[in-house]
Every structure is written in structure tokens, then in C-alpha cells.
């Protein structure tokens, strides 16, 4: 009896709160001090290790792994309080992350491409989709009732979401005309050569020789797509559906920063909105995973669209993508924990 009763005490303290949560800081932790220690390149010229983007995809989508399966788990449970369906959704958030993450990882690193638009969008679109359905599902199960300051705080993050937003996702004729951009400097450099061609006057010369430097310059423009598409392990298949999804790049990253605004100002309204309450520890860490998440792919895009050719996977701040799956696991954690708690207490009092 006493070895029996050993096992079933045993058994469950694998998978209990208390380890799954030091189990998922042990993981960011490592995360942080892997991407702190070899970040950073000697130099600028300097390309990342493969060994290094390889250990980045590992503890990215290890985490929304690990992530999608606790929040799947209280899916099952019957017992918490937010409702299955929103842990549905999160979950199947983590899991396309996790998917998503995959795919791109074998375009970038496998296939050595350096994508606009690949497989892996979809299931990032698809993830924000069931993310927001879910979190909107937690928000609409709980009657807000918010004070005056708790309105103006909520208005003031949705109002600074979208100012950053609206900052990484600006046209370059907008970042011209507030002195953010380059475009005027290469409207300088093209209206200055005419001026010093015509300030020289130099006699024309033969058709022939320009022909023969079109020519020259069609030749190395041909041997040097040649060269690129030699290097790249990508089959014909994946070069052309690469072709066909690059004109959606503009349209997509539209939809991931209006996702990422849309996700921010729920969270906060379920950090308002759970503060306090019984409930309140598993929806800060939510809360925080969602707020993790927009600065990652705020700095993804910003880095994406205005470092000018130079950004390479795997920078330093990416680590929030790993602090956001964390965060949201643990969320899944301390809700299991306390709803079976609850319930089991409830029982205690029954029998007593």
C-alpha cells in the first residue's frame, strides 16, 4: 500500500505547477543568456553561425510547443473558469507559431532563402486569427467595468500601439518628408547627375560603345543570377512559389501590424478587466506574453523595413518571441492550478 501510494505522489509532481513553471524559466533564461552570449557579430560584415540560428529556432518553437500543449490540456479540463473555447484558441495559436516557425526555418536555413512571403505566413496569419478569437472570447465572457483612469490608461496603450505601428509601417515617401528616410537623399543623387553631365559637355560617343557596355553590363547581370541561383539548395518549385507570394508582402505585413495593435489592446483590457480577481495572476502572464509579443515583431518589422538590407534572423530582442510563449504557457499553468484547486477545495467542504 505504502509503495503504491508512493507512485501516485510521485507521478503527478512530474507535470505539477510548480515544476512546469520553473521548467519554463529555466527555458527563457537559457534563451536569454544563449542570445545575449552570441548575438551580436565581431563585425558588421560578419554572418551569424548556422549553429546559432539553429539553437534560436530550437528554444523558439520548443517553447510554443511546450506552450500549445498546456494550453490544450485545459482545453480538455472541463474545470476552468475562462471557458475551454479560450483556451482552444490559444493553443492553436501557439501551435501554428510553432508550425509557422518550422516552416521558416527550413526556407531560411535549409533552402538558404531570405523570403518576403513563405508557407510559414499562413500559419502566422491564422495564428493571430485564432489568438485574438480566443482572447476576444475572455474579454466577452467577463463584464468590464472599468473606472474612469482604467479607460484613459487602455485608451493611452491602444493610442501608443498604433503610434509605433503607424512609425514601422510608414511609407518611405512619409519617412522622407519627416526626415526619417533616404529617399531624399536619392532624389538628390539622381537630380545631381544631369547637372554635372551637362555642366562638363563631354562629346558623344560612338552607339557602338554603348552598345557594347549594355551588353557587358546584361552579360555579368546574367552570370550573376546564375551564381544566385546556383547557390540557393532551393528546387524550381520552391523558387517559384516564392515568385507568386512576393507581391502579397505589403498586404501581409499590413495585416500582422494591425494583429499585433488588435492584440495589445486586448491584453490590456484582460489585464483590467482580471486585476484583482481570483484569477488575476494567470491573466497578467497573458497579459505580459501579449505585450512580449508586440515588441518582438514590432522590432522584426521595424529592423525588416528600415536597416536597409543589414538585419540578420536571430538579433537579440528576437528573445521576446520565446519570453511570449513562456509567459503564455505559464498563463495556462497557474489557470489549471488554481481551477483544479478550487474545485478540489469545493469538494473537501462537501465531504466535510
Same mark, same amino acid.
Given at each position: ?5 508512493e ?13 512546469l513553471?520553473?521548467?519554463? =524559466?529555466?527555458? &527563457?533564461?537559457m ?5 545575449? !552570449?552570441?548575438?551580436v557579430p565581431f563585425?558588421?560584415e /560578419? #554572418?551569424?553561425?548556422?549553429w546559432?540560428s ?5 528554444f ?10 498546456v494550453c ?5 479540463s472541463p ?11 490559444i493553443?492553436?495559436?501557439m501551435l ?32 493571430y486569427?485564432v489568438l ?7 474579454v ?6 472599468l473606472e ?11 493610442a501608443?500601439?498604433i503610434?509605433?505601428? =503607424?512609425?514601422? &509601417?510608414?511609407?518611405?515617401s512619409?519617412?522622407?518628408? !519627416?526626415g526619417?528616410g533616404?529617399?531624399?537623399?536619392? /532624389? #538628390?543623387?539622381?537630380?545631381?547627375a ?10 558623344a ?7 557594347q557596355?549594355?551588353g557587358a553590363?546584361a ?5 550573376a ?5 546556383a547557390?540557393t539548395k ?9 515568385k507568386?507570394l512576393?507581391p502579397?508582402k ?8 494591425v494583429g499585433?495593435v ?33 515588441i518582438?515583431d514590432m ?19 528576437e ?7 513562456i509567459l ?6 497557474l ?6 484547486r ?11
Amino acid at each position: 500500500m505504502s509503495s503504491t501510494s508512493e507512485k501516485s505522489s510521485t507521478s503527478p509532481s512530474l507535470l505539477s505547477a510548480q515544476t512546469l513553471v520553473i521548467a519554463g =524559466i529555466v527555458w &527563457a533564461v537559457m534563451a536569454l543568456l544563449f542570445f545575449l !552570449l552570441f548575438s551580436v557579430p565581431f563585425s558588421v560584415e /560578419e #554572418v551569424l553561425p548556422l549553429w546559432y540560428s539553429i539553437g534560436t529556432y530550437i528554444f523558439e518553437c520548443g517553447a510554443y510547443f511546450g506552450a500549445a500543449l498546456v494550453c490544450f490540456r485545459n482545453w480538455q479540463s472541463p474545470h476552468m473558469v475562462s471557458g475551454r473555447n479560450v483556451w482552444l484558441g490559444i493553443g492553436l495559436g501557439m501551435l501554428f507559431y510553432f508550425i509557422g516557425g518550422v516552416l521558416f526555418g527550413i526556407w531560411e536555413l535549409y533552402f538558404d532563402l531570405d523570403p518576403d512571403v513563405s508557407p510559414a505566413d499562413a500559419f502566422y496569419l491564422g495564428s493571430y486569427v485564432v489568438l485574438i478569437g480566443g482572447m476576444v472570447i475572455a474579454v466577452t465572457s467577463k463584464r468590464l467595468n472599468l473606472e474612469i483612469w482604467q479607460w484613459g490608461l487602455l485608451a493611452g496603450i491602444a493610442a501608443f500601439g498604433i503610434a509605433v505601428a =503607424i512609425w514601422v &509601417a510608414a511609407p518611405d515617401s512619409w519617412r522622407a518628408q !519627416l526626415g526619417m528616410g533616404t529617399a531624399a537623399t536619392q /532624389e #538628390v543623387v539622381t537630380g545631381s547627375a544631369p547637372a554635372t553631365a551637362a555642366k562638363g559637355k563631354a562629346p558623344a560617343l560612338d552607339n557602338s560603345s554603348n552598345l557594347q557596355a549594355k551588353g557587358a553590363a546584361a552579360t555579368e547581370a546574367e552570370s550573376a543570377a546564375e551564381e544566385e541561383a546556383a547557390e540557393t539548395k532551393a528546387p524550381a518549385w520552391v523558387m517559384a512559389l516564392d515568385k507568386q507570394l512576393s507581391p502579397y508582402k505589403n498586404a501581409i505585413n499590413l495585416f500582422y501590424i494591425v494583429g499585433d495593435v488588435f492584440l495589445l489592446i486586448i491584453a490590456t483590457a484582460l489585464l483590467l478587466a482580471f486585476w484583482g480577481g481570483r484569477f488575476s495572476q494567470s491573466w497578467r502572464m497573458i497579459a505580459a506574453a501579449t505585450f512580449s509579443l508586440y515588441i518582438a515583431d514590432m522590432y522584426f518589422k521595424w529592423r525588416d523595413t528600415q536597416a536597409e538590407g543589414s538585419y540578420q534572423s536571430g538579433s537579440l530582442l528576437e528573445v521576446f518571441f520565446v519570453f511570449s510563449a513562456i509567459l503564455f504557457g505559464i498563463g495556462a499553468i497557474l489557470e489549471h492550478d488554481i481551477s483544479t484547486r478550487s474545485r478540489q477545495s469545493r469538494r473537501s467542504r462537501r465531504a466535510a
